[in-house]
């Protein structure tokens, strides 16, 4: 593909706060046939345990989406180029109020997504929704993960489920449907319960980056280790918004002082070029903590980072 | 009881703004014992079926109710003088992923309030919780009803679920704790999904009055009708934050426009003194969506007033 | 057409907050082949003489839209049963630059829209936007007009520019495309630059109806001295969100002090549903100075409320 | 004076946002000489009991009424062809911690304007600055007085200081500047600390409406009472913003539910244009509570309404 | 003492939104007695020189404190193990109208504090009151300081009172409660009405490291050099919000561009664990100013750390 | 000029929130005679391509800027003792709705400043509005120019206007009022429409820094290497608000994620102080979408840094 511009991204032809918001605006399909990677959102929230909204991060970081554009200045990428790219809308549960059917729907959504070859960028939705993503790329063989969050969401129960936004990479790594031993999480921080509570990320072979070890080393060697550990086989790239320092995000259910910035991030991201990357996600936006719009913004910014970086993965693969 | 100010009244001791925030800056009770009148926060918003956030409404209520004082200028009464009242905490739910469990843990709160002889004064949450105070005020003889509010929340299932927040008033009349007969719904309006979708009112011989309705007739005739209905039997009142305008409360999860006024929920609630009250709540107060705090305001504002017919009803059933 | 819910309005299988945000959660339609109502967002907002941000005006508006459900209680009416409807995206200015060339190149939109039999109800944009569309619609034959507004908009020059957010209804009604005769203002307040600011109004023979002489009579002889001015013939609905008082719609470029409020706006629209009509608009909505979204809220309200006269209309033609 | 447009109102000279925010895009004039009425800020709020913020009010005030233009549309009155009127900048106390020292100063500030022959319309800061107001402008003889609040504003010592900004006419009534027989309060409502608060109001004879008796009788007999009782003599105007709805001014530090309407206050100052008027304020608007500007903008509005009553009162005086 | 969860802090009993907001949701106590560290709001603002507010600001702290939990992952301490801690309310002013009053009556609360054996952490209010904090805990021996501030806060007389929020260091220093020798004051930046405006901190030998030198230098180096100068003696730590860069703390009363990040804040104070801590306070959160309520979260995070380390600094003491 | 402090200036004269807002509460002035360096707004936003609103922005960094104090604690330097400066208010285009026809009116009025031999120090504002800026202060030879910003601002045609705010520095080259051989832009990131969108920064010789090259060298280097650049002839400095990350400056028309923090932009600037300055500006703050002000916070600071790097400058160029 050379570079000629589609309409939506034509400056000459459409201002940008112009039509329905899609992810980018990019084009939305109504099926995945054809497309290569596909933006989905997940406004699902049935997982959080304190302040609610990620419902309406979807709808939010697609309006933010507008002021991306094509091109990735820092890498000269442009994913367009690289790969069929569209919306496909969102998948949804039918049934919000029983957590274990939301997530056994919205699984079957992204099997379906993922069975007609398509790699998924996801938007959310709380942190939960990343376990039925995980089940669909991670069917065939476990997955390795770059987690860049808050926490490490390898809790236990809590009160009487496994499956809130605490806990998914737990679940999902008891399932085999993620490889501990791939897995590296970066940014770890705030308070906790019990002194043991992310126990499970240590003694299944995860390794966690605390925002200590974070600040001490610098991202650069940070986002090394994290490929490393992720090696040549197929990888996952979760992305919590509250990663990010309030400052940066303040509009998230579970916000932790002292945490990344953007410039960290972006460049993080930017290192994964090279991963054999299955797919992506960004999580936990809460448009009604976000008075400014910066948490949708940076979100939006992120889901940009991603989807250059998944484009690479998918020319990289196609050779 | 003469009127001899408790120290949390008395604004030569204390600024409005200071120390923990209870109900009206009333003082907290461990336990219902001896307590006439218990004002109790339900933080729960496990039924809403679109904006969250009312699980965050008891803390705000709390904190904007420091604005009110003791005694009600347009009425004369000062509820201290006339009951003992407490702010008796908050009745939550072990398991907030699970609706129906978490309604049943509600209830049992309620029951051990009731039992104890206290007439609850409850701040939402969602209007889902109603239902389970229902249950406790109810279970010896089916109440009477004023309920005020934008949707008469009788419908069917929803999402697979009759415990959502738009059915409370079908359930407790299903289950015998309320006699429809003796309930009237006041300024109900905006879109339906179905022309019949309040049909259980209807059918039930609950009597609606529609928000046009009550412009036509004015606020002196629409409660008097209430009244009417209600009867001497044991009367509850739901005042559901949603029936004001969104100009007056913006912070809800499901504004509709066109509704009342403060003057004239104000009014209206004032009528109730003489009705047989047993128990009131105001519900759907959702912060996140309340920049400047007006719902929390006219909610803490609607309380007070509940406030003041509830203890005049312990008053005169004392006699 | 009977009433099967089309599954966008289905609560049974949608959330409210899910997907693209179309107008009233409405299918979008590339092209008007077989639409019988077609709502149409003008993100433009060049015309403006203070605050602007009514570009932002349609995303939000779609957003907020997602509230309002399929049957309107008031009426009964279902809009969806009596026309076939979709939102046709936007309508937009190639060179946003330019008031002029703008206006030129929105009102071709428009008059493709009109050409493919489509009634359209637009969703603004600046007021200016207006009289591009009644250049469409009134091309055969001069319209009359409701007209609901703070500002008559029937100025002269501001700033050597004759086609600012002022102004429209006097160029429409000298272009003769407006019957000024069959036009009737309604909620004309605020302060002026000179005595004889609206002076056109009353020249050309519209009638005038200033917030005062509105309070005095009632929302009902208003709109009952609107219909017996514009009388058989083909009429238009122009609602400027600044008609309503800024308690209701703080959003908004010019607000004027003791303004409507939604209860007068609500009722008087429904009046409309037996005259000709052959387009609505709902203009000036501003994002950036809505932070609760109220005003948002109710500009889809009102546009709710004008889809269904409008398909009652459509309805009605077809006999 | 006949209607030439001074630069500063004329629309094709400067856009509204243009420029040092003075009260109505007015001229500043540094000293009182040759000015009629003069538009004054007090930046003060240390009377303050709950919300403070009101210090702000000034700045933000100026910043909203420049979307003030000329000429009253409902009563035609252009005040700038009737009066020579100026911004006169800010009145301000030297030691903004002691509140007596700082009524002190302020009043040495408005004897000073008073004594210059100007008619002092001011916007505060809290209520407490009306008291050095009226000892201004009523030294010579005491002044009637039309008040629009919520509170009254006449109770006794509050944390051992009588000079805070709930007492101010009760201060001026016993200094003899303020005949309590020529006062008229209109609104008062809210909740008090004691059943006697405002009790000074009834025994020294002022009439008192409260916002029932006005929802009663309407805002035209509310007014005309208020004129009857003030009669001939020299009358002074105070309007606190927390006399409207929080709906209509969220934005000051002690709102009280179901108050006027924006309409209602417009329609009531309109009627004091033959009213002996020797000043006028508007008060307690807190712009950090105030998040849309409706509260400022309204404040504003009212502004400018007594600003055409004042300039008819001095036209009047010229004869 | 082990490590059994109180009920307040177990996530599988009480939702973190649930109940009366204390900080950090620990228990309430009426009195001091058997407390080792008691958590006290200090709500008063009458010492600030322009952006109130900070009155608020004990509230909205406790509020977002309830994100914290019960361990420090960075550090493994769990204060509630090492310490008896309880929220001890508002200390508050009986006189609000009178600064210098004011003072004396809080100081009178926090001796009674100190005398009980309680070390303080308090919440502000503005600046000013850490005058009294520090009369109560030097009175036996001047205390060395740790004080992280955008503001040196040693000025001299401001508007003709030595008590305003800019000079409590300076007067204690000269009343001979605080050991200038033994501060550091880190962080200061910002522009001067004179040259030598902290003039009294560098001529009583405090040790000033403006923003500039922390940038060159690092938070290690800072803070290391601010433990060599406190020495062993006892120590107190006084954190101003507005020692944050205004991206981190908005909702302040003095902001200074160019400020700390909340990492560099957490870090310095977790090195501060091995001091002599007789005391600590976090000041001048000002809500009204932080719609995402992103400087109340920080502020309780910086809190959260000081009571580790005021924890372990009890542990220390006790052997 | 010794230290003499300017009555607006002194802090025991008048409290920071008094008054008019003037750019750092520095006197007015009607015309630039006898002035050395003019502050001055021009609040104009025609050349937005996306979020508007910076028309408002001269008025709220007016309005923060009174936070600003006298005297840089960093450098020690006292602007108004070196040079005299004034606010001369705003310079406005007569034709808001022409882009080019504005753009010609604030040439014409900075010419005269100009010609008056001001040194204009301008708040925006768009960009486009560094156009005329540059016209004027380049009319005689073409200036350098250190250019900090997100976007490199030389594309080419937009929407049919080469003068929107995404140009201005490629036209000035153009037209040989700058030299691009002596810019250097700073802080450039984002995405791109099209790969070589800033290609005329880099084939005219501009040096552009990308913020990947900044965050590795550093901010001295990166300065360093403006200066450099820049040399001895006579440069402007142009500060896009942008160019802050948006944690920083949310309030912007183009936000772009991972840029500048504050900290970095102050002291690149002050290491400004010995180049041949001729003018400067701040622009691109948007009130509207900045809702707790940070934005015309930061704004206002560096405004006041570029005062005084200014004043150092005419202070050299005096001898």
Redesign the interface.
């Known amino acids: 593909m050379d570079?000629e511009?589609p309409e939506y991204?034509?400056?000459?032809?459409?201002?940008?706060?112009?039509?329905?918001?899609?992810f980018m605006r990019a084009d939305?399909a109504e099926t995945p046939d054809g497309i290569e990677i596909g933006m989905i959102?997940v406004?699902y929230?049935?997982?959080v345990?304190?302040?609610?909204?990620a419902?309406?991060g979807p709808?939010e970081v697609?309006?933010q989406s507008s002021?991306?554009?094509?091109?990735?200045?820092?890498t000269?990428v442009?994913p367009y180029d690289l790969a069929r790219i569209a919306?496909l809308?969102?998948i949804?549960a039918?049934?919000?109020?029983?957590?274990e059917g939301a997530h056994e729907r919205i699984g079957r959504g992204f099997m379906d997504v993922v069975d007609a070859g398509v790699v998924p960028l996801t938007c959310g939705g709380d942190h939960s929704i990343t376990l039925p993503i995980l089940r669909a790329v991670g069917k065939g063989a476990p997955v390795g993960l770059v987690h860049i969050d808050a926490h490490a969401d390898t809790g236990g129960?809590?009160?009487?489920?496994r499956?809130?936004h605490g806990a998914p990479f737990r679940v999902a790594a008891e399932e085999g449907v993620l490889d501990p031993r791939r897995c590296c999480q970066i940014g770890?921080?705030?308070?906790?319960?019990?002194?043991d509570?992310w126990e499970f990320s240590h003694t299944s072979g995860m390794r966690v980056i605390?925002?200590?070890e974070f600040?001490d080393i610098g991202w650069r060697a940070a986002i090394n280790e994290a490929k490393r550990i992720a090696g040549d086989g197929p990888t996952y790239v979760s992305f919590d918004i509250d990663a990010l320092?309030?400052?940066?995000a303040?509009?998230t259910g579970?916000?932790e002082?002292?945490?990344l910035?953007?410039?960290e991030?972006?460049?993080m991201i930017r290192e994964l070029h090279d991963l054999n990357l299955v797919g992506a996600d960004m999580v936990e936006v809460s448009p009604?903590?976000?008075?400014?719009?910066?948490t949708a913004?940076?979100g939006a910014?992120i889901m940009?980072e991603l989807l250059c970086v998944l484009a690479q993965a998918v020319a990289l693969r196609r050779g």
């Open positions: 570079h511009l991204a034509d400056p000459k032809q459409r201002p940008r706060y112009l039509g329905l918001a899609t939305y959102g406004p929230d049935g997982g345990t304190n302040r609610p909204g419902r309406h709808r697609r309006n002021l991306m554009r094509t091109v990735n200045q820092a000269g442009c919306d809308g969102d949804f039918e049934r919000p109020f029983a957590l129960d809590y009160s009487g489920s499956f809130h770890i921080r705030g308070t906790l319960y019990t002194p509570m605390p925002i200590e600040e320092d309030p400052a940066f303040p509009g579970t916000p002082a002292g945490g910035t953007m410039r991030a972006l460049r009604p903590f976000d008075p400014s719009g910066v913004l940076n910014t940009f």
